[in-house]
């Protein structure tokens, strides 16, 4: 599956309609981003399941700011509409290919468990 634009309108019914998102916050004039890029677009195509969302910062201001980007690239990975992964940086294709794998292998209840129990002992 290709990459696909998300907008502010379509973020979160992206997030919570399909399995596992992951997201590229991006911009045109950023190098990183740019290498990044195709490295991101080469393992999109190689997992059907998974959707591979891309918000252009400059474009999508209040979404970037909602997310709080404060660099870029920054690299989302959403699981059954919980976010499980958050990092600023590009990765090579080894590596991320192997956060998509890793993110798929995931046990969402042990997930659910260890939020819930963080959240228990925050408050």
Avoid at 49 to 78: C, H, N, Y
Avoid at 102 to 114: I, T
Wanted: hydrophobic residues 45%.
């Amino acid at each position: 599956m290709s990459t696909t634009e998300l907008t502010t309108e379509g973020f979160e019914k992206a997030v919570t309609d399909n399995d596992i998102v992951f997201v590229d916050f991006w911009a045109s004039w950023c190098g990183p981003c740019r290498s990044f890029a195709p490295v991101y677009e080469k393992v999109s195509e190689q997992h059907e399941d998974v959707v591979f969302g891309k918000v252009d910062t400059e474009a999508q201001q209040a979404l970037a700011a909602a997310a709080q980007i404060q660099s870029i690239p920054t690299l989302m990975a959403f699981r059954e509409g919980v976010m499980v992964f958050r990092q600023a940086g590009a990765l090579g294709e080894k590596d991320f290919a192997g956060l998509v794998d890793a993110v798929k292998g995931l046990d969402m209840d042990e997930v659910r468990a260890e939020m819930a129990k963080q959240q228990g002992t925050a408050q």
